[in-house]
C-alpha cells in the first residue's frame, strides 16, 4: 500500500536530490523510499 509523504527540506537539497534521480533513472519518491527501507534491514 502507498501512502504520501510531506516532508519540509532545504530548497536546495531538493534540487540536488532531483538531479541526482534524474541522473539514475529513478524518482525522487523511490530515492527516499530505497532510503528509508535501509533503516529497517539494521
Known amino acids: 500500500m ?3 509523504l510531506t516532508l ?3 530548497k536546495s537539497v531538493i534540487q ?3 538531479q541526482y ?3 539514475h533513472n ?3 519518491s523511490r530515492l ?3 532510503y528509508f527501507r535501509q ?3 539494521i
Open 2 to 4: 502507498e501512502t504520501k
Open 8 to 10: 519540509k527540506l532545504d
Open 16 to 18: 540536488s536530490a532531483k
Open 21 to 23: 534521480a534524474h541522473h
Open 26 to 28: 529513478r524518482s525522487l
Open 32 to 34: 527516499v523510499e530505497d
Open 39 to 41: 533503516f529497517s534491514r
